[in-house]
């Protein structure tokens, strides 16, 4: 069972656009180039979208209400310090979770 | 050109791809997690794991189903995420101009964050790599990265169910993105998209379906093109 009706739809039109969009380039060689101003601003994608969709889920977690939770607000700050600092997205996840979870302990 | 170097540049590509495993096994298994959560059963999650290939935006995806967000809108995001893929096509093309149509097709398929990291760094450094040496290289790379990315993938939806409410799970993908996000900010335009990222996704909550996001990504990336370009002005002066 699936909650959302048009799982399906999501997984093939993900898939396809994502093998669109790395086959964009490597398939259709040479034959058009997309304009360097573009690129320029596909570079920073990643980091213009990911910020943007985790800053309201650690703002506002739906498990509390959209209320802020100092546990996961400090975990969230942890997490991200870790990564900035060392550069190591496993670290970060592990040193973030430990703080959750010695904040929820705390708290609770 | 000859088989063998082709098969050294298979091996060192494996050899290469190895440390990923660190990366891949706990990542896949904790979609499995989520994506259960959300409601999808254990085929349903391999399916968007073998289908989409991409982490980020199948986090991206299943957390915006479960707020009930259009389909349109979660399909969109999710490509946004994955936006950077085009990118890694473009920088790969040059060096794979003479391999065959369905050769450069599976490439496509197995452009992830990992292989196209280890693969541009390395065609750059040795230029005189044949194509069929790269080819190798980047089936090299795959070799550790993909079976797991399907595998564990499995293991996270079957034990899914198991992990109790205590463990905070629902925080799990905040982390991941954060811990993500950390070392991509290592310039100034990084860190003003970021920014204006974080700043209108905030304050364009109130738009409806979810499109806030979408406008905070174009703006941001705006913002990061502007910054780089100020920079470069300021360089030159």
Wanted: aromatic residues 10%; charged residues 10%.
């Amino acid at each position: 069972m699936s909650e959302h009706p048009d799982l399906w739809l999501i997984i093939v039109a993900l898939g396809l656009g994502s093998f669109g969009l790395r086959f964009m380039f490597t398939g259709l060689l040479g034959s058009w180039s997309m304009p360097a101003i573009i690129l320029r601003h596909l570079r920073y994608a990643a980091v213009a979208v990911l910020p943007g969709l985790v800053a309201p889920l650690v703002l506002w977690p739906s498990t509390t209400d959209g209320q802020i939770d100092p546990a996961r607000l400090t975990a969230a700050v942890v997490t991200l310090g870790v990564a900035m600092i060392f550069k190591r997205v496993l670290l970060a996840i592990v040193t973030g979770a430990g703080t959750l979870f010695l904040m929820l302990y705390l708290i609770a | 050109m000859s088989t063998t170097t082709s098969k050294s540049s298979f091996w060192q590509g494996l050899r290469d791809g190895l440390p990923f495993i660190l990366v891949i096994v706990p990542f896949s298994a904790l979609f499995g997690v989520v994506a259960t959560e959300a409601g999808l059963n254990v085929y349903e999650t391999l399916a968007f794991s073998v289908v989409v290939i991409a982490g980020a935006a199948q986090f991206t995806a299943v957390q915006l189903m479960m707020d009930n967000t259009p389909t349109i809108i979660v399909i969109l995001s999710a490509l946004a995420v994955n936006l950077r893929m085009a990118i890694y096509s473009a920088s790969l093309a040059p060096y794979l101009r003479d391999a065959k149509i369905w050769q450069r097709a599976l490439v496509a398929y197995g452009t992830v964050d990992q292989s196209y990291a280890l693969s541009a760094a390395k065609y750059e450094n040795e230029p005189d790599m044949t194509t069929a040496q790269r080819l190798a290289y980047f089936s090299g790379c795959l070799v550790p990265v993909l079976p797991l990315w399907y595998g564990f993938t499995v293991v996270g939806a079957l034990g899914g169910k198991a992990v109790p409410d205590s463990w905070a799970l629902d925080f799990a993908v905040p982390l991941c993105f954060l811990a993500m996000i950390g070392p991509m900010l290592r310039t100034l335009p990084h860190l003003t998209a970021a920014l204006v990222s974080i700043a209108a996704a905030l304050g364009f909550t109130w738009v409806p379906f979810n499109l806030g996001l979408l406008i905070a990504a174009f703006l941001a990336m705006v913002a990061a093109v502007q910054c780089e370009s100020f920079l470069e002005r300021r360089s030159k002066t």
